[in-house]
């Protein structure tokens, strides 16, 4: 079983409409969690950081399960310019401790 | 502020040759990481410094992979000899903090191609 496991997707959505992205973790001993958005051909960037108590930032609101061991984030309102691929990240403490570990990523493709 | 800066951008070498990446992390940055990043997969973790100290090298393929980073700042990830599997994006992050366990910050990346 991968460490973190994503939906490859693609989602294709209307403008407007409301998305959502879970992300499945295998490693219990995973203390922190991140959301990073990739554009084609360029780097991964930090989109928003996953807290227990979930957090919103905009139209974006990431969710965290610890018990399941499931992350989620929602984005309302799709924009054009929200068409990338989404990468769920873990952070690992124990083995690996303090490496961050990618799922293999959702692609969003928002249309007119 | 300058951000994690990588060269070359994009490289292509023919199989068996030898080739070297270059990273400059953020200024300040004490952990820097380098990942392999196929197409259509989530970028995989190669190896860790803490400083000039490599933490994890655990999936780096030591037969043919070497890396450095001298005086804890800038890196070099070399492959020799390359072989065609290794065509991939080769991206160096870096964070601030102990033992990692914070967001890093990539540079553009390197594009190998192997022909």
């Known amino acids: 079983r991968k460490e973190v496991e994503q939906d490859p997707g693609p989602f294709n959505v209307p403008e407007g409409a409301t998305v959502a992205f879970n992300c499945t973790y295998s490693?219990?001993?995973?203390?922190?969690f991140f959301w990073y958005r990739q554009d084609c051909r360029k780097e991964p960037k930090l989109l928003m950081s996953?807290?227990?108590s979930g957090n919103e930032d905009g139209r974006f609101t990431a969710q965290l399960n610890r018990a399941s061991q499931y992350i989620s984030l929602l984005i309302r309102d799709s924009k054009l310019s929200d068409s990338a691929t989404y990468l769920c990240?873990?952070?690992?403490?124990?083995?690996?401790?303090?490496?961050?570990?990618f799922g293999k990523g959702t692609k969003l493709s928002v249309k007119p | 502020e300058a951000g994690v800066v990588q060269s070359p951008r994009y490289k292509i070498i023919e199989k068996k040759q030898p080739v070297a990446f270059w990273c400059n992390p953020i200024?300040?940055?004490?952990?820097l990481y380098w990942y392999r990043q196929n197409l259509g997969q989530g970028p995989e973790l190669l190896i860790r410094y803490e400083n000039e100290e490599a933490v994890d090298d655990s999936q780096l393929p030591k037969d043919r992979f070497s890396a450095e980073r001298l005086k804890g700042v800038d890196s070099t990830l070399k492959i020799q000899p390359a072989e065609l599997g290794d065509s991939a994006v080769y991206l160096c992050?870096?964070?601030?903090?102990?033992?990692?366990?914070?967001?890093?910050?990539f540079g553009q990346g390197t594009r190998l191609t192997v022909v």
């Open positions: 200024s300040g940055h004490n952990t």
């Open positions: 996953v807290y227990s």
């Open positions: 992050a870096s964070s601030f903090g102990s033992e990692g366990g914070t967001e890093a910050f």
């Open positions: 990240v873990v952070i690992l403490y124990g083995g690996s401790q303090g490496n961050l570990i």
């Open positions: 490693n219990s001993a995973s203390q922190s």
